[in-house]
């Protein structure tokens, strides 16, 4: 079972026998990623609290850069600063509604490639 950052995905990520970690605030959310050891975070663009892009940095920042797989999912366009902060980072980028389950199954193939044999 993995573990993962993952906001308002957590019942398809479930399905497919992931441990969510979710967080309420951006700020919450980049003290869990240090706190747990997470396969790969997936980060909402457009929450209450913020952006999860705000998470990116912080993220690569504590863990060497690209270890760990960032999938990021959208329900509207991105700004090209956030097109810029998603690429410069290495996330993948996934829309919403259509894309979650895109999303679960990219993050299964990712996972899975990473997995010793």
């Known amino acids: 079972m993995s573990r ?4 308002r995905s957590r ?4 399905v497919r026998g992931y441990k969510v970690i979710e967080t309420a605030t951006i700020d919450d959310a980049v003290g869990a990623v240090k706190k747990s050891a997470v396969d790969a975070a997936v980060l909402d663009v457009r929450t209450p609290s913020g952006s999860g892009l705000d998470v990116l940095r912080p993220l690569r920042e504590y863990f060497e850069p690209m270890k760990i797989p960032v999938l990021v999912w959208t329900g509207s366009p991105l700004s090209e600063d956030e097109t810029r902060a998603v ?3 290495g996330a993948h980028l996934f829309q919403k509604p259509e894309g979650l389950w895109t999303l679960v199954n990219f993050l299964d193939h990712l996972l ?5 044999s």
């Open 4 to 7: 993962l950052y993952a906001p």
């Open 11 to 14: 019942g398809r990520l479930q």
């Open 87 to 89: 690429t410069r980072h």
């Open 112 to 116: 899975d490639q990473e997995k010793p």
